[in-house]
């Protein structure tokens, strides 16, 4: 079964840092561009950030540009997501997603989603 | 680039849901739709404005108005307690993706 796995969330202070990662079971990881997609309590999906599948490219919404970075390790079946500088309004629950095709670049919907982690940002 | 659903629609059990997702020329995209179930990660049920993944119920398709080319829809057919959910449009726009604000669809 083709599966997303995130970890790493939890409480963090205003200004700090923390990593989410993303663990992918089930399907070639290496083959499948792949998203970070958060939720705030209540509120709709946001897309974060996307990367190609051989870490050539990586593109950022406006709301995390400068302060999250996306990263990948193939060998390690695995996606992350670096985030600094946290503020109260990155309270989310962080999701991990798939591409739907194949391709290095591939800019498709996202067809296999991890259940999530919480980051809360707190003082 | 805004995606604009309606907050709410509310259908009765068996009859048929529409839902709205309001682009500029967005029928020059690929509009994808999600059906997101309380505590749950989204899922897939419309790529590519109208393409069912494996595995999604016939009642869910997927469409884009031919006049102004600025709506896509998402219909649920027959509709049944489990279709009781958030649905949300996507798109790929410019280097981004683009979701819209979401539907809660509720069953009467």
């Known amino acids: 079964e083709e599966q997303l796995a995130e970890s790493g969330g939890g409480l963090v202070q205003p200004g700090g840092s923390l990593r989410l990662s993303c663990e992918a079971s089930g399907f070639s990881f290496e083959s499948y561009t792949m998203n970070w997609v958060r939720q705030r309590p209540g509120k709709g999906l946001e897309w974060l950030s996307w990367i190609s599948t051989t870490s050539s490219l990586q593109y950022y919404a406006d709301s995390v540009k400068g302060r999250f970075t996306i990263s990948r390790d193939n060998a390690k079946n695995s996606l992350y997501l670096q985030m600094t500088s946290l503020r109260h309004d990155d309270t989310a629950t962080y999701f991990c997603a798939r591409d739907v095709r194949r391709g290095e670049f591939s800019v498709g919907a996202f067809d296999v989603w991890g259940r999530g982690a919480m980051v809360t940002v707190s003082s | 680039y805004d995606l604009t659903q309606p907050l709410a629609v509310s259908v009765a059990l068996g009859q048929t849901a529409t839902i709205t997702c309001v682009g500029d020329?967005?029928?020059?995209?690929?509009v994808h739709w999600y059906q997101q179930r309380p505590g749950q990660a989204p899922k897939l049920v419309i790529h590519?404005?109208?393409?069912?993944?494996s595995g999604i119920s016939e009642r869910f398709s997927g469409s884009i108005a031919s006049i102004s080319g600025n709506t896509a829809t998402l219909t649920i057919s027959r509709v049944e307690a489990e279709d009781e959910a958030d649905y949300f449009c996507?798109?790929?726009?410019?280097?981004?993706?683009?979701f819209g604000a979401g539907t809660k669809v509720t069953v009467l």
């Open positions: 020329d967005i029928r020059s995209k690929n």
């Open positions: 590519k404005d109208s393409t069912r993944p």
């Open positions: 996507q798109v790929w726009e410019i280097n981004a993706y683009v």
